[in-house]
Antibody
Framework: QVQLVQSGAEVKKPGASVKVSCKAS????????INWVRQATGQGLEWMGW????????GYAQKFQGRVTMTRNTSISTAYMELSSLRSDDTAVYYC??????????????WGQGTLVTVSS | QSVLTQPPSASGTPGQRVTISCSGS????????VSWYQQLPGTAPKLVIYYNNQRPSGVPDRFSGSKSGASASLAISGLQSEDEADYYC????????????FGTGTKVTVL
């Protein structure tokens, strides 16, 4: 069965960086995009961007351009999201989610369990 | 700031039908398909509708989706207590080099 297992909770100071991992299993890792979505406490879902694990190309939401980097290691079927220059309003649960459907028909069918990132001095 | 607008709340008694709307624009719902996600408290979102009206395996047929123009709807018929959750619509948006957008979310309460 498809599984996305994320790394554990992180506590970071303002200005630092955080790197969250997402290990995929149960399918061919290079066949589907990995998206990153975050959710602040009591707030809605916010899409951050995607990575194509096969070619390594990425697409980022305008809000995060210059601060987010998405990478992957195909040998261990793992995707990474690194967010830099952290601020208190980056405190949120970060999810990875497998993309599907293709152009114009996109959806995210499988989600990781989420990783809580807390930014506090 | 989401570009897909949903009502903040909806409610119904067990067995009733509840409908949630999702309003977008020509660059997202008007052009691309809509998916819907259910998020139970403290858990990750779960896909309940994709391609506007398709249910993934295991999702009860009480859940149905539709789309017309730049708007979409999720209907839950025969409402059950376990349906109490937050629901989000989503679609690809072709503006700004393309990005995925979520709705503002609707809290469904079973009375």
């Amino acid at each position: 069965q498809v599984q996305l297992v994320q790394s554990g909770a992180e506590v970071k100071k303002p200005g630092a960086s955080v790197k969250v991992s997402c290990k995929a299993s149960g399918y061919t890792f290079t066949s589907y995009d990995i998206n990153w979505v975050r959710q602040a406490t009591g707030q809605g879902l916010e899409w951050m961007g995607w990575i194509n694990p096969n070619r390594g190309n990425t697409g980022y939401a305008q809000k995060f351009q210059g601060r987010v980097t998405m990478t992957r290691n195909t040998s261990i079927s793992t995707a990474y999201m690194e967010l830099s220059s952290l601020r208190s309003d980056d405190t949120a649960v970060y999810y990875c989610a497998r993309g599907g459907g293709g152009a114009g028909r996109y959806y995210t069918g499988y989600w990781g369990q989420g990783t809580l990132v807390t930014v506090s001095s | 700031q989401s570009v897909l607008t949903q009502p903040p709340s909806a409610s119904g008694t067990p067995g009733q039908r509840v409908t949630i709307s999702c309003s977008g624009s020509s660059s997202n719902i008007g052009t691309n398909t809509v998916s819907w996600y259910q998020q139970l408290p403290g858990t990750a979102p779960k896909l309940v509708i994709y391609y506007n009206n398709q249910r993934p395996s295991g999702v009860p047929d009480r859940f149905s989706g539709s789309k017309s123009g730049a708007s979409a709807s999720l209907a839950i018929s025969g409402l059950q207590s376990e349906d109490e959750a937050d629901y989000y619509c989503a679609a690809w948006d072709d503006s700004l080099n393309g990005h995925y957008v979520f709705g503002t979310g609707t809290k469904v309460t079973v009375l």
